[in-house]
């Protein structure tokens, strides 16, 4: 079963290398050669790597490795921590603990000071700010505690983020929704937490698809923070303003899909497409409902599994993820879900 460890670690450090390799390779520099490639690019230090003078044996020495999602509660965190411990139990000798972020930068930070505190091996993050626990993490890193983010990444390099492909979603979306109104109509849009990095992205995926619809009009976006309860409100208050000019909704998340879906079906509307993002059982189901449109889905069990396998490597090699510039990037294959598939994500894809 080692060995199957080892082999998936392999993988996932061969997927990374290649994912930075590309990502550089497309890039060319002021003098016109082409950006250093892999973790060459991401040390950022003339082509060196920079080594550790030690490392732990990542199958006998005791490791201790922290997950810090957003809310603990949440279906997402809930899976993705899922995904991370039944991937940590091949080994035997990691303490995992899952530690609540409350929504809330502060809170994910002071956890983070504790951890270093407590001399962690590693960390795995969904920060809540991109912006405001970027020294948090770098505090960390300093330290020698890896630090790698799933999907919300952080403004500081460091150890690796495992991301859903976040503009290609925006961009999915926005081509289905455009094409389903026959390239007219009026759309207003949900969005995500201020200076939320995934919430960008999707916008700025979806952005790129209205460009090419011009007799598409967005009438209206605003935040909701990711939140459900606030997105029904948010959509109330569209309905009221805008009433049967709205064609169609997106959302950045599923919960406020779902909670766009709830304000729209009280009103008694049945005409309004509605999208989100993410894929959670419970939009699957508002889609099988007929509550919401659709969702982009992402297998969060193996985006959890990946993370901790990159975790894993970096604290059983000599890499010193410190020394980085920039910040590896895995990116998780996205699925757009509707009606007429939504029955090939089977119970134990669901999350």
């Known amino acids: 079963m080692k060995l199957k460890r080892v082999i998936s670690t392999i993988c996932a450090v061969a997927m990374l290398f290649s994912l930075t390799a590309c990502a550089a390779a497309n890039q060319e520099n002021a003098s016109g050669s082409q950006a250093e490639s892999g973790l060459e690019a991401a040390a950022g230090n003339g082509g060196g790597i920079a080594v550790k003078t030690a490392a732990k044996n990542p199958y006998s020495d005791p490791v201790k490795i922290a997950w810090i999602p957003t809310a603990a509660s949440e279906a997402n965190g809930t899976a993705w921590g899922k995904g991370i411990e039944q991937e940590l139990e091949y080994w035997s000798n990691v303490e995992f603990n899952v530690f609540d972020g409350e929504k809330s930068s502060d809170t994910q930070n002071a ?40 999907n919300i990444d952080v403004n500081t390099p460091h150890a690796g983020l495992v991301a859903m492909t976040d503009v290609e979603a925006g961009y999915a979306i926005g081509q289905r929704m455009a094409e389903d109104l026959n390239g007219k109509g009026n759309i207003v849009v949900i969005q995500a937490t201020p200076g939320a990095a995934r919430g960008e992205n999707l916008e700025q995926g979806f952005q790129q698809a209205m460009a090419e619809y011009p007799e598409i009009t967005i009438l209206a976006e605003q935040t909701a923070e990711w939140n459900m309860e606030k997105a029904n409100t948010v959509m109330q208050d569209f309905l009221t303003t805008y009433g049967d000019q709205i064609d169609a909704v997106f959302a950045h998340n599923d919960q406020m899909a779902e909670g766009a879906g709830e304000a729209v079906r009280n009103a008694g509307r049945s005409d309004i497409m509605i999208w989100g993002a993410n894929g959670e059982t419970k939009a699957l189901q508002y889609i099988e409902d007929g509550i919401i449109t659709g969702t982009v889905y992402t297998n969060c069990y193996d985006q959890g599994a990946t993370a901790a396998r990159m975790l894993m490597m970096y604290i059983g090699s000599n890499i010193d993820t410190s020394t980085f510039t920039e910040t590896p990037v895995i990116k998780m294959p996205p699925m757009t879900v509707d009606s007429d598939n939504v029955d090939s994500i089977t119970e134990d894809m669901r999350w």
Not at 117 to 143: M, R, T
Not at 144 to 150: D, F, K, L, R, S
């Open 111 to 150: 956890i983070i000071a504790d951890l270093i505190a407590q001399d962690y091996d590693g960390i795995i993050l969904q920060a809540w700010n991109s912006d405001a626990s970027a020294q948090a993490v770098a505090d960390a890193e300093a330290s020698g505690i890896p630090v790698v983010c799933i």
